[in-house]
C-alpha cells in the first residue's frame, strides 16, 4: 500500500508539473502611422494580453513628430499568440470589419517589431 501510494503522487505530481509551460521574454514595440487621421488623440493600443484584457489602453507616443506613434512591451509569458487593435480616443478602434491583429509567438525569446497604418490590415513583423 506505502508503495502504491508513492506511485500515485510520484505521477500525479509529473502530470502538473509536466503541464507547465517555460516562460520567455517577449518584447515588442508596436508602431502605428496616423499620418492620415486629421487630429490623432491618445493613439494606443488595446488586446487580450493586457491585464485587463481589451478594456485597457497601452498609449503610444510621438516623440520626434513624425505622425507615427510606438510603445515597446516587454512581458515574461508563456502564451503563444496576441490578439489587438490599435486605438484612437477612447473608443475609436480601427478595422471594425477586420479581425483583430495578431503576433504568433515562438517557444524562445523574442524581440519583435510590429509595424502597421491606422486602418489599414497590411502589416510589417520584424523578429530579432
Known amino acids: 500500500m506505502k508503495y502504491f501510494k508513492k506511485t500515485i503522487i510520484f505521477f500525479i505530481s509529473f502530470i502538473?508539473?509536466?503541464?507547465?509551460?517555460?516562460?520567455?521574454?517577449?518584447t515588442v514595440t508596436f508602431m502605428v502611422d496616423m499620418n492620415a487621421i486629421e487630429q490623432p488623440i491618445d493613439v494606443g493600443v488595446r488586446g487580450n494580453f493586457t491585464t485587463n484584457s481589451w478594456n485597457e489602453t497601452i498609449f503610444l507616443t510621438?516623440?520626434?513628430n513624425d505622425g507615427i506613434y510606438e510603445v515597446t512591451v516587454s512581458e515574461e509569458t508563456a502564451v503563444n499568440q496576441i490578439e489587438f487593435k490599435f486605438v484612437?480616443?477612447?473608443?475609436?478602434?480601427?478595422?471594425?470589419?477586420?479581425n483583430n491583429r495578431v503576433i504568433q509567438f515562438e517557444y524562445k525569446p523574442e524581440i519583435i517589431t510590429y509595424e502597421a497604418v491606422f486602418n489599414n490590415p497590411e502589416e510589417k513583423i520584424t523578429k530579432n
Open 62 to 64: 510621438d516623440e520626434n
Open 88 to 98: 484612437n480616443g477612447e473608443n475609436e478602434y480601427e478595422l471594425k470589419n477586420f
Open 16 to 26: 502538473l508539473t509536466s503541464c507547465v509551460q517555460e516562460v520567455h521574454l517577449k
